[in-house]
């Protein structure tokens, strides 16, 4: 069974920086196509951004996050990151990691296999 641990969430200033983790056990993170989602209070699950299996990685983000986010793999540490910048309050929400088996990386949640318990990010104005 795969299981998927987040952290690095926390409070940060507007035009800030953080560097989430998701950690990826049972699996060889490598194998699975990877994405971040956040969902905000009272909004559904967004897509951040996601990362190719294989060993191409090729990364895909929303336009939202386009430009200010950086997504990348750790295979020695099976590890997955998300690196963003220039925060806005707007990017507070609970952060998950999720993984897919299948090739894509799609936007809709329905499509991924595993899911991590989340981290919290928190921007101030």
């Known amino acids: 069974q795969v299981q998927l641990v987040e952290s690095g969430g926390g409070l940060v200033q507007a035009g800030g920086s953080l560097r989430l983790s998701c950690a990826v056990y049972g699996g060889t993170l490598w194998n699975y196509g990877m994405a971040w989602f956040r969902q905000s209070p009272g909004k559904e699950r967004e897509f951040v951004g996601g990362i190719h299996s294989g060993m191409e990685g090729r990364t895909t983000y929303a336009d939202s996050v386009q430009g200010r986010s950086t997504i990348a793999r750790e295979n020695a540490k099976n590890t997955l990151y998300l690196q963003m910048n220039i925060l806005k309050p707007e990017d507070t929400g609970l952060y998950y990691c999720?993984?897919?088996?299948?090739?894509?990386?799609?936007?809709?949640?329905?499509?991924?296999?595993?899911w991590g318990q989340g981290t919290q990010v928190t921007v101030s104005s």
């Open positions: 999720a993984a897919r088996i299948w090739s894509g990386i799609p936007h809709d949640r329905d499509e991924y296999d595993y």
